[in-house]
């Protein structure tokens, strides 16, 4: 089946550097990806949609400017985390599928950051 | 996409059938029932979906009600390694991917 692969998996930043995500689709092509992130014990929640060849959708409340969304072909997309702070330690996912409400869409195994 | 109600946990036995439940009272006709599950520290899992009819593969059967407002994801032999957060979701058939996820369920299988 279809397989979206995240990296890195963990990740441990200092505070005010910058971490990037990479999310690919390794056998199919995705016009538009999805980022989400997971505190413990809390739900996912929608950050936002990446969009190939255009800009990304963010979710009410997420800041475009210190999650920085790039998705530059049909099968990855970045995540940069911009200026980290402690508080944006979490789990970060994303996901990916081959279009349309019938057909399921794959996560990645997500990638633990910690910033310290 | 229509809301999602789950119970917050159950508890199931080794061996024996998982029952879980979703209300879904305010689906559309052109909304899918998803299921999906998460193991601690990993990417939620695609378990099953459908739309009106029951369906079974691999892992589970769902059964969505006649009226479509619940529906009951059953794991027939639940073993440890089932132990997981279900998440029950409705998405949209024009839907491009994009999933809401509710609280889910926190199963706990026991020996």
């Known amino acids: 089946g279809a397989v979206v692969s995240q990296h890195p998996s963990w990740v441990i930043c200092k505070s005010g550097t910058s971490v990037k995500i990479e999310c690919r689709s390794l056998?199919?092509?995705?016009?538009?990806m999805f980022w989400y992130r997971q505190f413990p014990k809390q739900s996912l929640m929608l950050m936002a949609t990446s969009n190939e060849g255009s800009k990304a959708t963010y979710e009410q409340g997420v800041e475009k400017d210190k999650f920085l969304i790039n998705h530059a072909s049909l099968t990855l997309s970045t995540l940069t985390v911009t200026s980290a702070h402690p508080e944006d330690s979490s789990f970060y996912i994303c996901s990916a599928g081959q279009g349309g409400g019938n057909t399921e869409a794959f996560f990645g195994q997500g990638t633990r950051l910690t910033v310290v | 996409d229509a809301k999602t109600t789950q119970p917050t946990s159950m508890d199931c036995a080794e061996g024996r059938a998982a029952n879980l439940p979703c209300n879904h009272s305010?689906?559309?006709?052109?909304?899918?029932v998803y299921w999906y599950r998460q193991i601690h520290s990993q990417g939620p899992q695609y378990i099953i979906h459908g739309l009106k009819n029951n369906e079974t593969n691999e892992m589970a059967s769902l059964i969505i009600t006649e009226d479509r407002k619940s529906s009951t994801l059953i794991l027939p032999h639940a073993t440890l390694r089932d132990t997981a957060v279900y998440y029950c979701?409705?998405?949209?058939?024009?839907?491009?991917?994009?999933?809401?996820f509710g609280t889910g369920t926190r199963l706990q299988v026991f020996p």
């Open positions: 056998d199919f092509q995705a016009t538009t």
């Open positions: 979701i409705v998405r949209s058939y024009y839907n491009t991917d994009k999933l809401i």
């Open positions: 305010t689906i559309s006709g052109n909304e899918y």
